[in-house]
Every structure is written in structure tokens, then in C-alpha cells.
């Protein structure tokens, strides 16, 4: 006490709270557990930005239904520039002829076929540079695929089931999440109760040590009696320690799924097992199942597609521009407006086979799509099959433990009268205690196992919300 006071003394003048040494637990319950676990866990988060990224991915292979419209323009400046020459000579003068009503050049023919110009112009060489300058091109294209061999469809088509897939990939992560976090939450439950288990026997055993040590100081019971119970009690301390060792741990685990620190406080809320839990549950649709159909769709699709890489390819387009620059014996060389409407016809040939063998690839795939989707659907079938008769025998394994309680304590209860006018040794009573103990510690489990599997079968049926 000496000791303590001057550091109570310490912290009162300090301003820090003494009851803050003392951190009172937080209380979790399961519902508590889920939306933390649901809001914190990883694997969630990523499977919702893989939702978003598939919806804009869908929104991306939609938007190829429409025109593609282009803008475009460029702005050039060079330096190259020349000249070119167009030699000089002299030119004919036309003359008219009433006659004929026609320009006749004023020559003469001479015998060997040659010309002499009787009247001529002379012209002189020229001599034209040019230059470029700077130039700027810019308008505006507009692009429409009227047949594509269902390219664009089918991409859209297999988006779509991106995102139906994304959609039940959230589902799958949250029904594993929930199944986690309530292992998580009963095997703490467990050994929680457990340690309540082992304190509760603690304590008969500490009545009953104090009962034979005042028989043995009347002389009616033995050293080797009260010997016999300090082992029982010693193994009762044991039994306390490895539980709160093992809820101690268990309680960090579930800090870890729920996205708190290890080291907090915490307390967990046992809860009871649903009388109306159902004995038979039908397997509903599986997020599992869903995607499964999805990706047999997608790889049938994935034919289609390959098969749209070699059919026709039909689209108009229209475009607008105007350009200027450029200079020609001083003058602007181009500066005008232009309008253009087109279509573009694509048609691949396969001469070696390429198209061919790439579709009957795409055609394997689907094949072993649907075996793979045939035997997964078995899978589950069975694991359903599983899930079911796990929870019945959780199910009366529980009631024949409550029924084996019952039993125990009105044993323990008998064994105690028995014991006390003599018609029973400490060992009977010993013994009725530790299959008292047996038998709650065997209710404990039950309960967490029966828990579990209702869990494990709302997963199995695809019903866990």
C-alpha cells in the first residue's frame, strides 16, 4: 500500500485518470462482429472496385453502337522551299479566217515538213518560286459500323456478364466473410464459456476441499482425501489458464477479422442456438452456381467473337476540312474547304487455315466450360448433401448433450447426499463432479459446433445473408 499511494498521488496531480489503467472491455456482439468484418475485410473491397471496373467496361463496349467522331488538326512549319523554270521562246500569232470561221496559226510549210512562223511573239523564261511555310489542316470525321460480323454485340453481351459475375463475386466474398467472422466470434464464445465451465468446478471443488479438511480435523477423513481433491484442483487451475490463454487469443483472431487492433479490450456475447433452426434446407442459387453459368456463357460467346474477327466488315463515314498554307510565285497556294462521305468494305480470307483452327479452339473451350460447370455444380451438390447431415448430427448431438447435463447433475446432486451420511467415497464423488464437468464442456461445444453448421449450410444452399 505504501508502495501504490505515492503513484495514485502522481496521476491524481498529473491529470491522468487512474481508471484508465483499468481498460474496461468493449462489448461485440455477432451483429457487431459481421458489420465490422463486412466493412473492413480486403478481399470485399477489392471485389466491389472489380464491380466498378467491369461496369465501366461494360459502358465502354456500349458506347461502340455509336458514331466514332475524330477532330483533327495540324500545324506545320517548315522551311523547304525552291523554284522551278519554264524556258522562254517565241509564240505563233493566230490569224482569222472568215471562211472557215476559225484561228489559223500565221505560217508557212516548208518542203520538208518544217514550219516557218511568218508573225511571232516572243516569251521570255520564267522563273516561279515556292515555299511552304506553314501549313494547317483540321476538320472533323465521323465513323458508323453498320455490320461488324456481331463484334460489337457480343463484346457488350460478355460485358454485361463481367458484370453479373462481379455482382455474385461479392456475394461469395461476403457469405465466406460472414462464415469467418462466426468462427471467429463461437470459438471465442468457446473458450469463454469453457473458462466459466472450469471456474464453476473450480469452485465445488473448493467447497469440497473445505468440507474434507474439517472432516480431517475431526478425524474423519484421511490426508490421502484431501490430496486427492488438491489434484483436482490443481488440474481445475490448469484447466482456468489454458481457457483464458486460449480466449485470449481467440479474442485477438477476432480482432484481426473485424479490422480492430489485437491488443483491444474486447468481450464477446454469447447467443443462443435457434430453437426453429430448419432441419432440411433446398439449395437455393449460389453465387458459385451463377458464375459458373457466366463464364460457360462467356465462352461460348468467346466463339462468336473469334468468328466476327473473319466475317465482313461493312462502315460509312463522312468528313469535313479545311486547309491553308503553302505559297507559289507569292501567292497562297492552298486555302479552301473540303467535305468527303465514304464506306470502307472489309473482307478477310482465310487461305491457310488460321481462322479456321482459332475457332475450333475457341469451340474447345466452351466444351470444357461446361464439363467444368457439370462438375462443380456436382461438387456443391455434395458438399449441400454434406452441410445437411452435418447440421443433423450437430443437431442431436446437441439435445443428447443437454439430455447428458441433466443426467450429470442430478448425479452429481445424488452422489453429494450419498457422500456426505457416507454411502459413497470422495472418489465417487470426484468423479461424479468431473463427468459434471465433462458434460457442460461438452454442451459448450455442441452449441458453437450446432451454430456453425447452420451457418456452413445457409453458405452450402446459397441462402446466408
Known amino acids: 500500500m505504501k508502495k501504490i499511494l505515492p503513484i495514485l498521488l502522481v496521476l491524481a496531480f498529473s491529470g491522468f485518470p487512474a481508471e484508465s489503467l483499468a481498460q474496461s472491455p468493449q462489448t461485440l456482439t455477432l451483429d457487431d462482429c459481421l458489420l465490422k468484418a463486412l466493412d473492413y475485410n480486403k478481399s470485399l473491397s477489392n471485389a466491389k472496385l472489380q464491380l466498378e471496373k467491369t461496369t465501366y467496361d461494360m459502358k465502354s463496349y456500349k458506347a461502340n453502337y455509336f458514331p466514332q467522331i475524330n477532330i483533327m488538326a495540324i500545324d506545320l512549319y517548315t522551311t523547304a522551299k525552291g523554284q522551278f523554270s519554264i524556258e522562254g521562246g517565241h509564240l505563233p500569232i493566230y490569224n482569222y479566217v472568215d471562211a472557215t470561221g476559225e484561228y489559223v496559226p500565221n505560217v508557212t510549210v516548208n518542203a520538208d515538213g ?82 466459466d465451465v472450469a471456474r464453476s468446478y473450480k469452485t465445488l471443488l473448493d467447497e469440497l476441499k473445505k468440507n474434507v479438511e474439517g472432516a480431517f480435523r475431526h478425524g474423519m477423513s484421511t490426508r490421502n482425501d484431501i490430496m486427492k481433491v488438491q489434484v483436482k484442483l490443481n488440474e481445475a487451475e490448469l484447466n482456468i489458464q489454458k481457457a483464458d490463454n486460449a480466449y485470449s487469443l481467440a479474442c485477438m483472431n477476432l480482432c484481426h477479422i473485424v479490422g480492430m487492433p489485437l491488443t483491444s479490450a474486447i468481450a464477446v456475447v454469447p447467443t443462443d442456438v ?101 462438375d462443380l455444380n456436382e461438387q456443391m451438390t455434395l458438399e449441400h448433401a454434406q452441410c445437411q447431415n452435418l447440421l ?36 465417487d464423488y470426484l468423479e461424479a463432479q468431473t463427468l459434471w464437468q465433462q458434460c457442460n464442456a461438452n454442451l459448450v461445444n455442441a452449441r458453437c459446433q450446432c451454430q456453425l453448421a447452420q451457418v456452413k449450410l445457409l453458405k452450402a444452399s446459397g441462402r446466408l445473408k
Open 114 to 195: 518544217t514550219y516557218t512562223l511568218n508573225q511571232y511573239a516572243d516569251f521570255p523564261t520564267q522563273t516561279i518560286k515556292w515555299k511552304l511555310n506553314n501549313l494547317f489542316m483540321g476538320g472533323v470525321s465521323v465513323l458508323e459500323p453498320i455490320y461488324s460480323g456481331g463484334k460489337i454485340s457480343t463484346a457488350y453481351h460478355m460485358s454485361k456478364l463481367g458484370v453479373n459475375m462481379a455482382n455474385q463475386n461479392i456475394r461469395l466474398t461476403e457469405s465466406e466473410v460472414i462464415v469467418k467472422t462466426h468462427e471467429a466470434y463461437y470459438l471465442a464464445v468457446k473458450a469463454k464459456e469453457l473458462g
Open 274 to 374: 435457434a430453437d426453429e433452426a430448419p432441419q432440411h434446407v433446398e439449395m437455393g442459387e449460389r453465387p458459385e452456381h451463377v458464375i459458373l453459368e457466366n463464364k460457360t456463357e462467356m465462352a461460348r460467346l468467346q466463339v462468336k467473337l473469334t468468328k466476327s474477327d473473319y466475317l465482313p466488315n461493312l462502315a460509312v463515314g463522312a468528313s469535313y476540312g479545311y486547309a491553308t498554307g503553302g505559297k507559289l510565285a507569292e501567292k497562297k497556294l492552298v486555302d479552301n474547304a473540303s467535305a468527303s462521305v465514304g464506306m470502307v468494305l472489309k473482307v478477310p480470307l482465310d487461305l491457310f487455315g488460321g481462322a479456321t483452327n482459332k475457332i475450333r479452339s475457341a469451340k474447345v473451350a466452351y466444351q470444357l466450360a461446361q464439363l467444368d460447370e457439370q
Open 392 to 427: 443433423d448430427e450437430a443437431q442431436t448431438e446437441l439435445k443428447l448433450c443437454q439430455v447428458a447435463l441433466e443426467q450429470a447433475t442430478e448425479n452429481m446432486r445424488l452422489s453429494k447426499q450419498q457422500y456426505e451420511v457416507g454411502f459413497e467415497t470422495l472418489s
